[in-house]
């Protein structure tokens, strides 16, 4: 692969096959959504699907995070079990012929209070932000900057504790990385994803993440960012 991860159009065509099974599995999963499962039983109800459906496997460890789980950015899942009210939060990715999906959603289990969704849509109104700013010769600093501004703005600068994005290939991380101390510059042809969150901790997280090819400006996933509610 080239040294600036631009990806050649069978490359892409990989991605997007894998960016396919990932919104296939999360498809399944919503309809194995149910009060009483655990995460660990969604965690392990992905990869399984994830093979199923002809991928190689995850690209990496699922993260499926309930409630106040939802603060630990990198949560392994647990035996906690889902309840109403909660917001669930589904990090998951899919390899095929060696290439990575990476695909985040956060969605809610029945009815939610205006905190979850408020700073559900402080992460949405964000992720979209970030999305519109992943072009060709775009400092990927000044690409973090708008969503991190964004979120500062609201009042949750503290609570965003993690970059906006990262390159995705062959591996799930890869250059260029959007983050404050970034020194790269989006090219044509990258991948990155565009993940904004909000982490209080006991309380809530929220994540949305797409992959985004630099230069088309529309993410790899066909599921919107629209708060879910399941019931």
Known sequence: MQN???KSAQQLALMRRAAAVTDDVYDHILACVCEGVTEDELAREILSKTVALGAEGVSF???VAF???GAEPHHVPTDKRLERGM?????MGAVVEGFCSDFTRTFAFGDIDEEQRRIYDIVYEAQRLGVAAVRAGVGCRAADAVTRDYIAAAGYGECYIHGTGHGVGREIHEPPTLNPKSEETLLAGQVVTVEPGIYIPGRMGVRIEDMVLVGEGRPFSRHNTELLTLR
């Open 87 to 91: 917001l669930v939060t589904i990090d």
């Open 67 to 69: 409630g106040e789980s």
């Open 61 to 63: 460890d699922t993260i």
């Open 4 to 6: 600036d991860h631009v």
